[in-house]
């Protein structure tokens, strides 16, 4: 069975201007993601020229201001935009997120000359960015990161090694949180860092189970020199910025995660009715109906809890907590429903013929990137009870 898009999702959506956008995004979808997402992936292909497709239709800066290039559109339309282009192809979706994520710090507490500068190229000008928060010997604990910044007359040195960069080597821009003082979460600054610049570069792409057209690679600093008009934010700032940027990274990761498990809803819908045992299709059996419905329900639920974080963020009103929710039920739904699938589809779901488990390799990375699902749930843990006692 080939990929293919799914079976649309009946959305509510709050203009004509945003069904067009879900309409134009399932069109590229179906035409120029879904039929090349196997073949692209089991060969380790990232596709370019998807991403200049996507800037050029103005998909790369939906949540970002218009007098900058950028969409305009609510994070509610925007996180279903994603959920479209992942359930095509989750390479697609997630870098699409990352590219949101990475362009965020600018966005976001940029200078007004910073984001005049470089934004409209950022957000609708065929660049591609890599956000550059985790490093080899700090992960989860993101706060005691080592690449350094040091200041140099009026440019800043930075020197370190980043990881798991989603992105590395390929990306035009990269968004890195380097150490400008004391030790701790305090002593973090933001830098805007070209692709190009003079001591960059990036290691060979990691070997991974999935996603393996994204390329995810460590990233070198040798004595890279920005100036200082790209050090986003105040000194010592960084930290903050990394952690707003995260809250609403994972709402992306959220809806990433439910496109993928639309998709592997729907191949093992349509499985379930064209394969016949016993004389009829498998689709009649009552345990396997239960399994679909049960699959169903979650992703439903999923596709709520993202949506409700959102309008939360769109409101103005907190939503850290209910961002670390959606993207820990979300992604564990990802899990749940694309192992099913698997099951659905029986030996066949076992074999590269069908779509299923790739997806179901695929899921797994979602619920590990931007903050492990254990640490998802020390978020909600802290925001209901307070934080832990030492």
């Known amino acids: 069975m080939p990929d293919r898009a799914p079976q649309p999702v009946d959305r509510q959506l709050p203009t004509d201007e945003a069904r067009d956008l879900i309409s134009l995004v399932r069109d590229i979808a179906q035409r120029e993601i879904a039929p090349k997402a196997a073949e692209e992936e089991d060969a380790g292909r990232f596709p370019r020229e998807i991403f200049t497709l996507l800037s050029a239709s103005g998909l790369l800066g939906l949540p970002y201001g218009a007098e900058y290039g ?4 609510p994070y509610e339309v925007y996180l279903q935009v994603l959920e479209e282009l992942a359930a095509a192809r989750l390479t697609v979706g997630l870098g699409v997120s990352v590219h949101t994520l990475a362009s965020y710090a600018l966005a976001t507490y940029g200078t007004k000359e910073q984001q005049v500068e470089h934004l409209p190229a950022m957000l609708g000008g065929g660049l591609l960015g890599a956000y550059c928060l985790s490093e080899p010997s700090s992960g989860s604990d993101a706060a005691s990161l080592g690449t350094k910044a040091v200041r140099d007359g009026d440019d800043w040195v930075i020197t370190g090694t980043k990881a798991w960069i989603t992105h590395g080597g390929v990306a035009d821009f990269y968004t890195v949180m380097a150490r400008t003082g004391e030790e701790g979460p305090r002593g973090i600054t933001a830098f805007l860092v070209p692709g190009e610049a003079k001591g960059l570069s990036a290691a060979a792409p990691e070997k991974k189970m999935g996603m393996k057209g994204s390329p995810t690679a460590q990233v070198h600093f040798d004595g890279v020199r920005v100036g200082d008009d790209r050090r986003i934010g105040e000194e010592g700032q960084g930290f903050a910025i990394a952690l707003s940027a995260l809250d609403s990274g994972r709402l992306g990761i959220a809806a990433c995660a ?23 299709p498998i689709a009649d059996f009552q345990g396997l109906r239960f399994m679909l419905a049960d699959m169903a329900t979650q992703i439903e639920a999923g596709r709520a809890l993202y949506l ?4 939360l963020k769109d409101a103005g009103r907190p939503y850290a907590q209910q961002a670390a929710m959606a993207k820990l039920h979300c992604t564990d739904t990802a899990m749940r429903v694309t192992t099913d699938a698997v099951q659905v589809l029986g030996g066949y779901g076992y074999t590269a013929d069908f779509p299923v488990e790739r997806y179901m390799r695929e899921a797994k990375v979602l619920q590990i990137v931007e903050g492990t699902n254990q640490i998802q749930r020390m978020v909600v843990a802290r925001h209901l009870i307070g934080p832990e006692t030492r």
Do not use: K, M
Request: proline letters at 0%.
């Open 70 to 73: 950028g969409g305009e559109q």
């Open 308 to 311: 409700a974080a959102a309008r």
């Open 258 to 280: 439910i496109g993928l498990a639309q998709a592997a809803l729907d191949t093992a819908v349509e499985y379930a009715r064209e394969r016949r045992q016993f004389g009829r």
